[in-house]
DNA sequence: TTGTAAGCGTTATCAA
DNA sequence: TTGATAACGCTTACAA
């Protein structure tokens, strides 16, 4: 492996001027960087980012730390943080918690340990609070947060506007002339389920409109196709599914039970999972842009990580299963 | 933060001593080992990382270079690689290319910057040969490839038994009573395709039977769409679909048709994709194993990736698409 | 069993 | 603008 200092010896001058016409610095002469880079490129030299990270105290790598990788959601955060670093000379480590707090901790010291510049995490379901995450990285690591978030730690948190989300989605219900609308909602000691329930009441109370139906802890297929029967029962004609797998749930019910979709009942789901695209009917989703809380929370971390709050716009995909005016006209 | 010249100096010895009793010596005497482990537990002591590396050559990383991470087959091969590896005291570097050569290119020159143990790697398609990753990682670094090889590099390769996995599929067909079997090949330039379509062709073979049809470089629903009404057309009654996707517009086409599945018609897909259970009819897939390629590959490289192929095999999931005797049994 | 001493390759400080 | 020197914290011959 080439060295600064063979370069050196090889130009006749110091390690201290290679070093620098290698960094950038100001304080080298024109004609000595251009001879230093000539002659790195000519003997192959890279630097040696062992060593340069031991002396600087700090390494070019940013630590993320996700539940899982192989989640759809969490893997397309990390590819849109990845990009963004990586433009920025800054390469990823990945750490997965198995939504577990012994390994949350464990992947927190070994970021820390390996002095990485930062860490961008979503917390493990078995973190119960946050204190842990301070206590390992102290008060100088930089920190973001993002989707599941503790509001009362310091650095940036970067989540999706779960509120304006399910306000849309409701009221593009509405505006498909549904009435009778009901909800699947989540688990609500979630902040992310809970603001789109308020989301959701919101939109229909701005449209003169009650709730119909409100299903809570629905968020697997099951749920979702007994709270459908039921919903069917009661005389709704839409629902709002914090879920896409409790709304894939709902339209089979639906299906069977012989509505159609969406000229009888309507339905749209959230996370724009890949499958809604290949059902049929496709199924409206309001998509979580994963890729762009990603971006957001590598930009946040090269912005320094300050304090605050970035909410990441969710969009609306239309599909067929919310579609009601067009599929009425076409008949 | 604590070093361990602050741990040696606690106790009145060399930091030689407390490297030792740390790193698990024997050459260290049992009462001094229990106190320096002691003290290093009472002042917080971590080992800093950045200078244990410098000085060993080499860092307790792993690369591992994929396509994209949020692709469901890759981000499970990673999820089971770092299972692994973590439990081996190893950490987890992950580098992305797009499927492009020059991204490969700079992902393996940040590897080889940081001192890797090693690499675990898929090539992009943009990749015609892998004469750069050796130019790259040189002689030294142990390799590791899988799914997409290279079978001339040097190094482990990982890959599924494509060929045994594509003559199950097919013979579960012929079990199930299907006659006219025809299959949806994908781009035979692709090993593991090719070894699909051999599969497939060796199991009818077996059985007597001529494929009844065969469809090239359709890996997509609408190729799929296409191949699937001129099967029917053909006399086909069933299909070997080397994608998911394709088996999925296949399926869509032959509803629209009116056939029935898989009464009339069945249908193996590959890859058993996360929606292919939840389709309706769900859709029967010869699954690739990610998270076992994942640890395999691990496992090759802690085992110190010496020249050989290993072979995991694919696992035939049976769903409803393919379920003809019970279909018929129970009308 | 422990200590001594050197050095991994880089960068920061200070002096020239 | 460049050079000399030290130091980052750890590991490892070698010596005791």
Redesign the interface.
Known sequence: MVTITEIAQALGITPSTVSRALSGSPRVKASTKEAVLRKAAELGY??????S??RKGR?D?VGIVVP?????FF??V??GA??VL?EAGL??????THERYEDEV?AL??L????VSGVIMSHSIGSKDGTHILEILGDEMPLVQFDRVFSYLRGAKIVNDNFEGAYKATCHLVEEGYRHIGTLAGYLNSAAYALRLKGFRRALADAGLEPAAEYMDSIV?ETGRAAALDALRSGCDALYSAGDFSA?GAI?ALQEAGSRIPEDFGIVGTANE??TA???PSLSSLALNP?ELGRQSAQAFLDGAADGEIIVPMELVIRQSSNHKQAICQK
Chains 1, 2 share one sequence.
């Open positions: 890279e630097r040696n980012v062992m060593a990270n031991l390494s790598i899982r990788i192989n989640r759809e893997s397309s990390i590819s990845e990009s990586n390469s990823v480590l990945i750490c997965q464990r010291r070994t820390k340990n390996n002095r297929p894939l089979r890949s499958f290949l059902m049929s890729r």
